[in-house]
């Protein structure tokens, strides 16, 4: 009898139900952030005599008589698409009203992996690439947050607060770079992070992939680019210094416009006989080569 007139009471005021503004429930708290499995208890208060009070829910439903409040409780929550709603009906206008728990379920991803698309090996300087950073399983989308970093320094950002999905989805994300030498041994590496707003878990929860290192291969720079001009004296020690940064490591080799001279295959020559004259280095790679001269003149 009692279900009876309960269920009478519900279809009786179907078309009369209030929300919102001018309901008299309130729920404590009013917005629940949960991890999947965790549980929950929400309390319904009214602030009006009520003659049924009660929780619609696909999990955990209740509902009492004449009393003030009511607790919606689920020790392990794993329903994506709950939706709890708080509903009473009272002895005056308006006869029903009801409230919605803004309820954010969610779960962090099982992986986050970074990796380089359609490439493998070394990267050449000045060639664009990309990186991609996959998240797997990961809920509620919207509120997550890809972090790009190389090194400790944040280098891009990507939201996907566009996304509507309750339930975990797997998502992307593209980085695109153009190295430098200076990106040669560098780390990049991408954090995803949930900011599910001040309810939820302080700091927000993050998950980050393991670094990818970059290698990038860039032809041969001399430390002094510029042709040097060496005045000497008969018997002097004179150093000629060709050294050059490259990637992979240079090698050398002498040109001389003495055929008598003989010069190692060393980025540094130091002798005590060279004869005036210019004397050329070249400094090469699978990448490219560059050359430096060194002229030596006699002191008159």
């Given amino acids: 009898m009692e279900n009876y007139f309960l269920k009478w009471i519900l279809t009786f005021c179907m078309f009369c139900t209030v929300s919102g503004e001018g309901c008299s429930l309130e729920l404590k708290p009013s917005r629940v952030v949960v991890g999947f499995g965790e549980a929950v208890s929400v309390s319904c208060e009214a602030s009006r005599p009520v003659r049924v009070l009660g929780w619609e829910s696909a999990i955990g439903p209740a509902h009492t008589q004449q009393d003030r409040a009511v607790q919606w409780k689920v020790d392990s929550l794993i329903d994506w698409i709950e939706e709890p709603i708080c509903y009473g009906v009272f002895f005056t206008a308006p006869r029903q009203c009801e409230e919605k728990l803004n309820l954010i379920l969610y779960k962090t991803p099982d992986s986050v992996t970074i990796s380089s698309t359609n490439h493998t090996g070394p990267m050449l300087e000045g060639k664009e690439y990309q990186l991609l950073c996959d998240v797997q399983n ?17 280098v891009y950002n990507h939201s996907f607060s566009d996304l509507t999905p309750a339930s975990p989805v797997q998502v992307s994300s593209i980085l695109l770079i153009t190295p430098t030498k200076a990106d040669n041994g ?104 560059k050359s430096k001269q060194f002229i030596i003149k006699t002191k008159s």
């Fill in 186 to 289: 560098a780390q990049y590496k991408c954090v995803a992070q949930l900011d599910l707003g001040p309810e939820g878990p302080q700091p927000p929860p993050s998950v980050t992939s393991e670094p990818l290192n970059v290698s990038v291969h860039y032809p041969p720079s001399f430390l002094s680019p510029e042709a040097e001009t060496l005045d000497i004296s008969v018997g002097d020690e004179i150093t000629l210094n060709c050294t050059a940064t490259g990637s992979p490591s240079p090698v050398y080799s002498w040109q001389s416009s003495d055929p008598k001279e003989k010069m190692e295959d060393q980025p540094v020559f130091t002798s005590s006989s060279l004869l005036p004259g210019t004397y050329t280095c070249i400094s090469c790679n699978k990448i490219g080569k």
């Fill in 138 to 154: 990961i809920a509620p989308v919207q509120y997550l947050t890809l972090r790009w970093y190389r090194g400790q320094t944040e």
